[in-house]
């Protein structure tokens, strides 16, 4: 997940593995305190590397909190 302000920096970076796994919900958490007081977007992105592959990914239930 990268986050899109007055800079960009990615702030989440999952990699698979090559071979076939099942898909599962996870849960995870971003420190995103670098962005207070700015409009910001995220930007989430699914990708093959290369070769013929199935990629799937999906985001649910995303929650930005004042801590």
């Given at each position: 997940m990268?986050v899109l302000?007055s800079?960009?920096s990615?702030?989440?970076?999952?990699?698979g593995?090559?071979?076939?796994?099942n898909?599962?919900?996870?849960?995870t958490?971003?420190?995103?305190?670098?962005?207070?007081?700015?409009?910001v977007q995220l930007?989430?992105e699914?990708a093959?590397?290369?070769?013929?592959s199935?990629v799937?990914?999906?985001?649910?239930?995303?929650r930005?909190t004042r801590e």
């Amino acid at each position: 997940m990268r986050v899109l302000g007055s800079t960009t920096s990615t702030v989440l970076n999952v990699p698979g593995a090559a071979s076939n796994r099942n898909g599962a919900w996870a849960s995870t958490t971003v420190d995103l305190s670098a962005f207070a007081g700015q409009t910001v977007q995220l930007q989430v992105e699914a990708a093959v590397a290369s070769g013929a592959s199935l990629v799937e990914a999906g985001v649910d239930d995303v929650r930005v909190t004042r801590e």
